[in-house]
């Protein structure tokens, strides 16, 4: 923070901080004020000053939103959580208690775990944390780690590639893969790979891909890929709630974790087969920022989901 440094930091006001960190978490002014029990003219002052403080428009408006600029993305991790360790200086009990906290903690996650880990956390919220609420997006691994620094989220669930440096990561379960085919399937258990990746090539037929971005791609289109083989993915849908009712109204197949096909909308005239791939360990893992692996209210609720996956 080169522009802070030639200052006096004694002339910094903490509540410009407070500011923005609600507006990064709002993008907009309104709602930041609100948030912070402010006026809205309160936290337009406070976004001058700290555009004069930072030399640096840090919000911009686009499509009745404020986007912050590269400065801001830059400055919301370290604000967010110099902030936190601040507010569990001064406030933290001796012994953390959830059945007294109230927050709000912010979740990324696909859909795959919507279905069988998210009802449990909930139930458990409500008998041991009544006070702290759940916010939960859909997850795009692009983004997380520049999510989760930015404090925009809290916690995420998505594979292992979204690692990196700064985050910390940890397995939720181990799972295994089954596709879903339709009753009149000539695909059975002991079909052979090449007959497996061959079934795009037959007329109106393939595969359907979950991907909430769109690319449609998985582990195994590269299982696949090392054995000189292409599947044709006909159909990507951005969740897998539709996916027994495409299956079993056409002649497409369905590749997904044993634990999420479990889950699904339970539909006539399909049948779980066992794909004629590698027995690849298909493991979500729950992710989150460095800085928060001591946060006392992270802590407990990462215990209580490692608890509750143990059972899934």
């Known amino acids: ?42 936290v337009s002052k406070a976004l001058n000053r700290l555009r004069y403080l930072f030399d640096d428009p840090l919000f911009v408006r686009r499509d009745r939103a404020m986007e912050p600029t590269a400065r801001a993305l830059e400055l919301a991790g370290p604000i967010h959580g110099a902030l936190a360790t601040i507010s569990r200086t001064l406030v933290q009990p001796s012994a ?15 859909d795959l775990y919507h ?50 440096d700064e985050l910390s990561a940890e397995p939720l379960w181990n799972d295994r893969l089954v596709t879903l085919v339709g009753a009149n399937s ?6 052979t790979i090449e007959a497996y990746a061959g079934a795009g090539h037959l007329v109106d037929a393939g595969h359907v891909q979950v ?31 539709g996916i027994p009712f495409v299956v079993a109204a056409t002649d497409l197949i369905a590749t997904l974790p044993s634990r999420i096909v479990k889950g699904l909308a339970p539909v006539p005239n399909i049948r779980v087969l066992a794909p004629p791939l590698p027995d690849v360990q ?10 928060s692996d001591t946060d006392p209210l992270q802590v407990w609720l990462r215990a209580a989901i490692r608890d509750i996956a143990a059972g899934i």
């Open 115 to 164: 279905m069988n880990l998210l009802p449990a956390l909930v139930g458990h919220l409500r008998r041991h944390a009544p006070g702290v609420d759940l916010q939960v997006r859909a997850s795009d691994c692009s983004y997380l780690r520049d999510q989760l620094a930015a404090g925009e989220i809290d916690l995420a669930f998505a594979p292992l590639g979204t690692r990196t």
């Open 282 to 291: 298909v493991s979500p893992h729950m992710f989150w920022h460095r800085r």
């Open 211 to 241: 991907s909430p971005d769109g690319v449609g791609t998985s582990v195994v289109d590269a299982i696949l890929a090392a054995r000189g083989l292409r599947r044709r993915i006909v159909l990507v849908l951005p969740n897998s709630a």
């Open 1 to 42: 923070m080169q522009v802070i440094s030639e200052r006096n930091l004694r002339s910094v006001d903490l509540n410009l901080l407070v500011a923005f960190d609600a507006l990064m978490a709002e993008r907009n002014v309104t709602r930041a004020a609100a948030r912070n029990g402010l006026s809205q003219p309160a």
């Open 96 to 110: 953390f208690d959830p059945a007294t906290v109230s927050a709000i903690v912010k979740i990324a996650a696909i």
């Open 186 to 191: 000539p695909l059975r258990d002991s079909m």
